[in-house]
């Protein structure tokens, strides 16, 4: 996916119009319909901005990764954000038998079925 198709994805999981997002950034729907286009691109400034609004990563938006909201931003979330960073250090085979095994704890705890 690219910019202009993850804005757009973006904006709606937050139950955002395009006036709406063009209000919080102080432009006109239109502008954030060229951005859904590909017509135009924000600033940098803007980017942050648009990032901040939709609770998600810039690397997100510009499809540099895929994960929408890497790290917690609540500060009790100090343990979760510690495993993620510690897990992304991992082997790749590491990281499939550690998630193997985290699943197996949320299936006997019936977190997940």
Do not use: W
Not at 17 to 31: K, P, S, V
Not at 44 to 50: A, G, H, N, S
Not at 68 to 89: A, G
Request: charged share 25%; proline share 3%; aromatic share 8%.
């Amino acid at each position: 996916m690219n910019f202009s198709q993850r804005l757009r994805e973006c904006r709606k999981a937050c139950n955002k119009t395009q006036q709406q997002l063009g209000d919080c950034l102080g432009y006109n729907c239109a502008t954030i319909s060229n951005y859904e286009t590909g017509k135009n691109e924000p600033s940098f400034r803007d980017l942050v901005r648009i990032a901040q609004i939709l609770d998600t990563s810039i690397d997100y938006l510009l499809g540099i990764e895929d994960i929408k909201y890497p790290f917690p931003k609540k500060e009790n979330d100090q343990q979760i954000t510690s495993f993620i960073k510690l897990f992304s250090t991992l082997e790749e085979e590491t990281q499939s038998a550690l998630l193997h095994i985290l699943k197996n704890i949320c299936k006997e705890q019936n977190i997940i079925s």
